[in-house]
């Protein structure tokens, strides 16, 4: 059995106790009211289609919950959502990743109508990553010259002799002119969601075979597969644009993935006024990676959907998050004494 087979396994044997503590978890609030979020209206929270997005996502709405904000959830793009937040159609995105929304996050700030709510701790990359068992595999990993080497152990029947490179799909906008530029036996092979690249993997490891596949850390993979990324020359901003710059001296593109930078969140720039509590509260919170790995975990090795997940997170890390609630209002001063 693979390791999330096993804590999966576990996991469900636990389902009784965890309910409990759960509905101790989901104990109404003491009354906050709508008026202590500034409006009623509900604040607009997109999800995205991987894991810990969508945990922290429910994690983060609950919360406002708890100081009487309403929220809906709405499924977004993870591209289009920085339009949709600018024009206030959305109020924030919790979960920024540079190499996958940089650009698009970027693009939308210059335009005006959102901005960054502060970071995360928790430091993200973004790069071609492999399991424990496929440095035996395949010596001399994680440089990638050596997976260049080794590419035929990852071709399939389909791929004509090249090595696939497991991807997520195409909306995550991921450059392809890498493998060109630096000329490796190599293709892509999207898969629909973050979902079928865990199969993906989870298939690989249970047989032992050859895999190399898009990852990102934090993830649940952090803690159960030791992985490892590949080593691709380093980032240089100059590798984008000249040629000239690099190992191949004709192309761009002959580098990896910037080596990680903090996650960051996003707000519309109409929520401080609308939202002022639940604006202030978005800049507190800050996850950790392990924070993160365990939201992904409670969906990915755990089933739990999304909400389920979120509200179990919050009934476990209660003194994670309460510094971030707003402070009770200060007790009334004492009389003054009576005057002589
Ligand atoms: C989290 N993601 C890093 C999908 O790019």
């Not at 080497?149 to 490179?165: H, L, M, N």
């Not at 997520?168 to 060109?180: A, K, N, S, T, V």
């Amino acid at each position: 059995m693979t390791p999330r087979g096993v804590l999966r396994l576990l996991g469900s044997l636990r389902t009784g106790a965890c309910a409990l503590l759960l509905a101790l978890g989901m104990l109404p609030a003491p009354a906050a009211r709508a008026q202590d979020c500034g409006s009623a209206d509900p604040i607009v929270i997109p999800t995205h289609t991987w894991a810990s997005q969508a945990v922290m996502s429910h994690v983060v709405g609950q919360l406002f919950e708890k100081i009487g904000c309403n929220v809906r959830y709405i499924s977004e793009d993870s591209q289009a959502v920085y339009e949709a937040v600018r024009l206030g159609d959305a109020a924030l995105q919790v979960e920024v990743w540079q190499g996958l929304s940089g650009a698009a996050f970027a693009a939308a700030r210059a335009k005006g109508g959102i901005v960054e709510a502060g970071e995360h701790a928790a430091v993200g990359r973004e790069e071609w990553w492999y399991p424990a068992h496929v440095a035996r595999l395949c010596p001399g990993l994680p440089d990638w010259k050596a997976l260049e080497k080794c590419s035929e152990i990852f071709a399939r029947p389909d791929s004509g002799g090249k090595g696939v490179f497991v991807d997520g799909p195409p909306e995550w906008l991921h450059d392809y002119r890498r493998i060109e530029a630096l000329e490796m036996n190599f293709t892509t092979v999207h898969t629909g969601g973050a979902a079928a690249l865990w199969e993906e993997l989870e298939t690989a490891v249970k047989n032992k075979t050859p895999i190399v596949m898009f990852n990102w850390s934090p993830n649940f993979t952090d803690a159960l597969y030791r992985g490892r990324f590949v080593e691709f020359p380093a980032f240089h901003a100059k590798c984008r644009r000249d040629a000239k710059w690099g190992v191949n001296p004709k192309a761009t593109h002959d580098c990896g993935n910037p080596p990680g930078a903090r996650l960051k969140k996003a707000a519309w720039a109409g929520m401080p006024k609308k939202w002022p509590a639940a604006h202030r509260m978005l800049r507190r919170v800050s996850f950790t990676a392990r924070q993160i790995g365990v939201m992904a975990a409670l969906v990915d090795v755990h089933a739990m959907d999304p909400p389920r997940a979120a509200a179990r997170w919050l009934a476990r890390n209660e003194k994670v998050w309460r510094p971030w609630m707003p402070k009770p209002p200060a007790p009334p001063a004492p009389p003054a004494p009576p005057a002589e």
